[in-house]
């Protein structure tokens, strides 16, 4: 009964850029953490690093505890950051820890 939602991908120019909300909601005790990650066509999902190379300096993400929500502030966006974002939780409820994907946003980089 856990949901995540991500929200605030779309299409935008080189150089935008663009802040995506995950919200979680539903039967929540502990989020113990919730991460970024994003899967370009033809290639495998990665975790979203605010210290990768790809994205350091551009990148910002942050996490409201109160309203379960996490947020990944994306500034100079390139066409190479074009891909499907996921948000993914790991939450603990009684006794017991889960995972969740949320269903993803699609963000679209043109040059």
């Known amino acids: 009964q856990v949901q995540l939602v991500e929200s605030g991908g779309g299409l935008v120019q080189s150089g935008g850029s663009l802040r995506l909300s995950c919200a979680a909601s539903g039967s929540i005790f502990t989020i113990n953490r919730m991460d970024w990650y994003r899967q370009a066509p033809g290639k495998q999902r990665e975790l979203v690093s605010p210290?990768?190379?790809?994205?350091k300096g551009r990148f910002i993400i942050s996490r409201d505890n109160a309203n379960n929500t996490v947020y990944l502030q994306m500034n100079s966006l390139k066409p190479e950051d074009t891909a499907v974002y996921y948000c993914h939780a790991e939450i603990t409820r009684g006794a017991r820890s889960f995972a969740y994907w949320g269903q993803g946003t699609q963000v679209t980089v043109s040059s």
């Open positions: 210290y990768s190379d790809s994205v």
